[in-house]
C-alpha cells in the first residue's frame, strides 16, 4: 500500500490519523506512536501488510459497529 492508498483508504474510513492510532492501540492493547502512521502517511516507512489488513477489514464492518468500535478505544485511551 502506497502513502497515498493509505491516506485514500484513512479518508474512505472516516478516520483521522489519530483516530487510526487509537482505533490500534484498542485493537493490539498496547501504545500505538502517533508519529509511525505519520511516516506511514507521509512515505517515510512502509505500511505493514498487517495494517492493510485491518484497513480492508474496518472497511467491511457496519458504520454503526464501527462507531462502537471508535468509541471504545477512545475510553480507553
Same mark, same amino acid.
Given at each position: 500500500? $502506497? %502513502?497515498?492508498?493509505? /491516506? !485514500?483508504?484513512? +479518508?474512505?474510513? +472516516?478516520l483521522r490519523q489519530v483516530?487510526?492510532?487509537?482505533?490500534?492501540a484498542h485493537l493490539s492493547g498496547q501504545p500505538a506512536?502517533?508519529?509511525t502512521i505519520n511516516r506511514w502517511a507521509k512515505g517515510? /516507512?512502509?505500511? %505493514? %501488510? $498487517?495494517?492493510? !489488513?485491518?484497513?480492508?477489514?474496518?472497511?467491511m464492518l457496519l458504520k454503526a459497529k464501527r462507531r462502537q468500535i471508535l468509541e471504545d478505544a477512545r475510553k480507553t485511551s
Open positions: 500500500m $502506497t %502513502p497515498v492508498e493509505f /491516506r !485514500a483508504a484513512l +479518508d474512505a474510513a +472516516d483516530d487510526f492510532q487509537r482505533l490500534l506512536d502517533a508519529g517515510r /516507512r512502509a505500511v %505493514p %501488510p $498487517t495494517v492493510v !489488513a485491518i484497513l480492508a477489514l474496518w472497511h
